[in-house]
């Protein structure tokens, strides 16, 4: 209750040309004998601090990085080599910046900002394939059994677009991206792998653990093993976790939840009415 929220907006491009502006006028009050030459003065106010400020896009570090590199260049070719690789270097940055927004946006259910965001990633030179791989990751990450679908969608627009290319290939990109953000979103099967992750961890940490499967899984014939297909339903109660695993999902619950979302409601109904938990 007494902590205080800021929110903290970057600088606008002016507010950047007046911070490098100001450094540039101390660097001369500041250090002495190192004064620079008029001509490279005028040349640096005039075109080099509006052009940083401009495309640095709020980010004063790079921009007073390029500057301070500006004042150990020699002639004019070095300081159009520096700023267009220092710019050039920050570009490739942005690229990964804007995959993130994209996947933000399509978990929070919003089209219209993730395919703004992918056309501003593929506009600044990112790999299309790369962000269709995004894609398919998210199908199954963010999506899950809550619409199975989705991975299909999503491989299928990656596997339309290696046959079209650009720039039709963008209509594939559109739909894997529109569709995964307007579908139901479930993570459970992202938990579910945390949870198996750390009942194995758990186990194997214990000095005389035994985490083989049961042997009735894995002896062929083993008389023990009931086939669920003799069954009703083709489903007999029988324990598949080895011992110190079936512990673990006792005294914790199930690692899988399936959410209320989607298709996820059945499976979440059906495994209930199995096991009962």
């Not at 911070?19 to 075109?47: F, Y």
């Amino acid at each position: 209750s007494r902590i205080r929220t800021q929110r903290v907006h970057p600088p606008l491009e002016q507010d950047v040309l007046s911070l490098l502006t100001h450094s540039l006028e101390q660097r001369n009050l500041s250090t002495p004998g190192t004064e620079l030459s008029e001509a490279k003065r005028q040349r640096l106010i005039e075109k080099w601090l509006p052009a940083i400020a401009k495309r640095s896009d709020g980010d004063v570090r790079l921009a007073l990085n390029i500057l301070d590199g500006l004042l150990h260049c020699e002639d004019e070719i070095a300081e159009d080599d520096l700023v267009s690789g220092q710019l050039r270097a920050w570009t490739s940055k942005t690229h990964y910046d804007y995959a993130s927004a994209m996947i933000k946006s399509m978990r929070g259910s919003d089209p219209d900002a993730a395919l703004f965001y992918a056309n501003a990633a593929l506009e600044s030179g990112e790999d299309p394939l790369f962000l269709l791989r995004r894609c398919i990751i998210f199908a199954s990450e963010d999506v899950g059994n809550a619409d199975p679908q989705a991975l299909r969608i999503a491989i299928a627009c990656a596997e339309a677009f290696e046959r079209i290319g650009m720039p039709e290939g963008r209509y594939a990109i559109a739909q894997s991206v529109c569709y995964l953000s307007s579908t139901v979103k479930s993570n459970r099967l992202l938990k579910a792998l945390g949870t198996i992750s750390e009942w194995w961890k758990k186990a194997s940490e214990q000095p005389q653990h035994n985490i083989a499967p049961p042997a009735h899984l894995v002896l062929k014939g083993h008389e023990k093993y009931r086939y669920p297909h003799n069954y009703p339903h083709s489903f007999v109660r029988e324990q598949y976790l080895p011992d110190e695993i079936e512990k673990f999902r006792r005294s914790s619950g199930p690692a899988y939840l399936p959410s209320d979302e989607g298709q996820e409601i059945r499976l979440k109904e059906r495994l209930k009415s199995l096991w009962n938990r």
